[in-house]
């Protein structure tokens, strides 16, 4: 997927592995049950449990079947929030946190953001701290000290007929954005890192 670090593409690919694993038994478990266990019009069947009419039908049941039906799933989810974990944590984590993007960029200093094979993540010596304001229907930016044009613009675009505030950030860099909130609570949506992003 294009625009996606490596981080969120190996955790995507890993998520449609594990959506087609799961899909695909559980469609073939059912339309193997489906197609299989049923009666032909007009033939005579083998009435094991005993159905009739205003009877409660026999119960089977099979202790091992539904503790496996029951543990499996909750350790793929606990596996999958796992591996969630690592993306988010890079993006989100604090300036203060061991994230490996340093400290503050000082003015025009650039960021040098470069991947981490062996860490499996993006590593920088600093990084440039941009402010985010949310407010009914809009957002306000602010580049705050980044001073140098290229690393951090504030404009104004057309969106569908409408003026917008636009920011413009230059790729390669690290960004911290401290968010507030005007009035109401907004969620920017950062399409790349798959999130939305509460203020």
Not at 28 to 40: F, G, P, T
Not at 131 to 144: K, M, R, S, V
Request: a negative charge; glycine letters at 10%; proline letters at 4%.
């Amino acid at each position: 997927m294009a625009g996606i670090t490596p981080l969120f593409d190996n955790l995507w690919n890993e998520y449609i592995i594990w959506s087609f694993l799961v899909g695909g038994f559980t469609f073939i478990w059912l339309y193997h049950h489906s197609l299989w266990y049923k009666s032909e019009e007009g033939e005579d069947w083998d009435n094991k449990d005993g159905i009739e009419v205003g009877v409660f039908p026999k119960h089977y049941d099979n202790f091992t079947l539904e503790i496996a039906w029951t543990v499996l799933p909750f350790f793929l989810i606990v596996y999958l929030a796992l591996i969630s974990w690592g993306p988010l944590d890079a993006i989100w984590s604090s300036a203060e946190a061991d994230g490996g993007y340093g400290d503050e960029c000082a003015s025009g200093e650039l960021s040098n953001m470069t991947w981490s094979e062996s860490e499996g993540r993006y590593v920088a010596d600093c990084y440039h701290v941009i402010y985010i304001e949310a407010y009914q229907w809009g957002w306000n930016f602010d580049c705050l000290e980044v001073t140098v044009p290229d690393l951090c613009e504030v404009g104004t675009a057309v969106i569908d007929g409408t003026p917008a505030a636009s920011l413009t950030l230059k790729q390669g860099e690290v960004y911290l954005a401290a968010m507030g909130s005007a009035d109401v609570t907004h969620a920017p949506w950062f399409v790349s890192w798959g999130v939305k992003e509460d203020v």
